[in-house]
Every structure is written in structure tokens, then in C-alpha cells.
T-cell receptor
């Protein structure tokens, strides 16, 4: 079991470029999440998907879009990157009860926007 | 005021020491509480859930005080490998709120 995988591990973008962060889990979990982590701050929820076919905004959704492609995969897209989106992005999954169960995190994507 | 507050530390302790962290939360309706551990440049991993009655896992003990709205984590007989950032996590309004973490450094 690989758990939660994320690609890419690192990315440098110029302001205005777009990119998609990929996330996949092999634990047959229903719920998936995207967070960002900035220095001195806790993880902040960008979007989540309670189950296949549904997505909802989290605390900081502006500038991002998501797609729950299937039960395994949940992607995060930056349409027009801004320096304020420089961060470490973590994808996570949990079995079923959204926000009440252990979340398993991927290794993260470090994004630098110039 | 942040919904979950932690002392950022660092707590610098010798091997074998006992160290305790506290975390306060603002939503009295919160039901789920966790401690996660995050190593430098790695992802957070669950250390333990926190139950109303308190719970222990080896050298780690977690306590919940609902009246005062705080959670504690006690680490006994600290090991070098315990050096990490410890994140307090609380559910609030149907999402998890992560504290910014308390950094622990265990020295030889």
C-alpha cells in the first residue's frame, strides 16, 4: 500500500501560469482533502470531497479549483498562479466520516510562485 | 483569537526528560480531538486521538479538559527521535482546525 501519493514533489511557477497538483489514495477512502501549510500557520483547508462526485469549499478556496476524478483521485488546479500561493500543499484522505476521523496525508508538494 | 492555539516553542529538553504541551480551543461544541506529529519537511501523521477519559499510548499521555477547553500531551522519557513538531487538531464547524504546532527538540 502506497497510502496517499502526490505529484509533483516540487514545482516552480511564474505568476500567471497554471498547474494541476495530483493526489491519489489506495486505501479505498471516501473522503479526500487539500490543505496548504505556510510558515507559522496551521494547515488550512482549501477544498474537500466528502465522497466521489462531491466537492466543497474549505477555509481558503480562492484561486483554486478541484476535481474528484474518481474514488481514488482528487486534483487541485491553480488557474493563474500568484506569489501568495507559494506554499506546501498536502492532500489527505479519511475513511468516511468527514472531519471526525484520522486523516492520512500525502508527502506534500512544495510550490514556489515567482 | 485563533480557534486552536499552541505555544510554538521550541521546547528544548534533554533525553529522558518529561515534557508537556498544552493546546486551547475556542469552540465548546468540538467533539473530536487529535495530536499529530510532523517531522521537518514531512507530512503530518496521527500520534493519537484524545478521548474524554484521557488515554495513554506507551510514553505518551493525552488529556482533555472540556470545562477549560484545553488538550494536553505528556511525553515521558523523551527520546532523540521525539524531536518534531506536535500539532493539536480539533473539529470545529464540520472541519478540522490545525494548530500551528509546538516544536520539540530533544538533546543528547
Amino acid at each position: 500500500n502506497a497510502g496517499v501519493t502526490q505529484t509533483p514533489k516540487f514545482q516552480v511557477l511564474k505568476t500567471g501560469q497554471s498547474m494541476t497538483l495530483q493526489c491519489a489514495q489506495d486505501m479505498n477512502h471516501n473522503s479526500m482533502y487539500w490543505y496548504r501549510q505556510d510558515p507559522g500557520m496551521g494547515l488550512r483547508l482549501i477544498y474537500y470531497s466528502a465522497s466521489e462526485g462531491t466537492t466543497d469549499k474549505g477555509e481558503v478556496p480562492n484561486g483554486y479549483n478541484v476535481s474528484r476524478l474518481n474514488k481514488r483521485e482528487f486534483s487541485l488546479r491553480l488557474e493563474s498562479a500568484a506569489p501568495s500561493q507559494t506554499s506546501v500543499y498536502f492532500c489527505a484522505s479519511s475513511e468516511s466520516r468527514v472531519f471526525q476521523e484520522t486523516q492520512y496525508f500525502g508527502p506534500g508538494t512544495r510550490l514556489l510562485v515567482l | 483569537r485563533k480557534e486552536v492555539e499552541q505555544d510554538p516553542g521550541p521546547f528544548n529538553v534533554p533525553e529522558g526528560a518529561t515534557v508537556a504541551f498544552n493546546c486551547t480551543y475556542s469552540n465548546s461544541a468540538s467533539q473530536s480531538f487529535f495530536w499529530y506529529r510532523q517531522d521537518c519537511r514531512k507530512e503530518p501523521k496521527l500520534l493519537m486521538s484524545v478521548y474524554s477519559s484521557g488515554n495513554e499510548d506507551g510514553r505518551f499521555t493525552a488529556q482533555l479538559n472540556r470545562a477549560s477547553q484545553y488538550i494536553s500531551l505528556l511525553i515521558r522519557d523523551s527520546k532523540l527521535s521525539d524531536s518534531a513538531t506536535y500539532l493539536c487538531v480539533v473539529d470545529s464547524s464540520y472541519k478540522l482546525i490545525f494548530g500551528s504546532g509546538t516544536r520539540l527538540l530533544v538533546r543528547p
